[in-house]
């Protein structure tokens, strides 16, 4: 069993822009990991780098510098804010800017996990 389970969903911004949705969830039975967990996570393979990458889940810090880490070959990449939406934290895109915030509804397969 992995301690991290990594959900791949295609999704778009509330502009338009197609991006790749990874929601993370904690597997393990109290909901806690371990930085040695790292050492089996890998991305999906489905990833189309071509598009950017938004991080989504609850988790420790480590965890979503590895994700970042990991996800460095997509077109952009993102981090999810509750209270902003999607926030560019590293691109290859000139059209995008770290920084830049796209509004997003989580998609349906996140909500319906959380209930």
């Known amino acids: 069993m992995t301690a991290v389970r990594l959900h791949l969903i295609p999704h778009q911004t509330q502009c338009g822009?197609?991006?790749?949705?990874?929601h993370f969830e904690l597997a393990t039975p109290n909901g806690i990991i371990t930085p040695e967990d790292l050492k089996t996570l890998k991305l999906p393979t489905a990833i189309d780098y071509s598009q950017g990458i938004v991080l989504e889940g609850k988790g420790p810090i480590w965890?979503?510098?590895?994700?970042v880490h990991e996800s460095h070959p997509a077109a952009w990449t993102g981090c999810y804010d509750p209270r902003l939406g999607a926030i560019v934290i590293a691109t290859h895109s000139p059209n995008l800017h770290v920084g830049q915030i796209f509004k997003i509804a989580l998609p349906d397969e996140v909500l319906s996990r959380d209930l």
Not at 63 to 67: D, R
């Open 17 to 22: 822009l197609s991006y790749q949705h990874l």
């Open 63 to 67: 965890l979503y510098g590895y994700l």
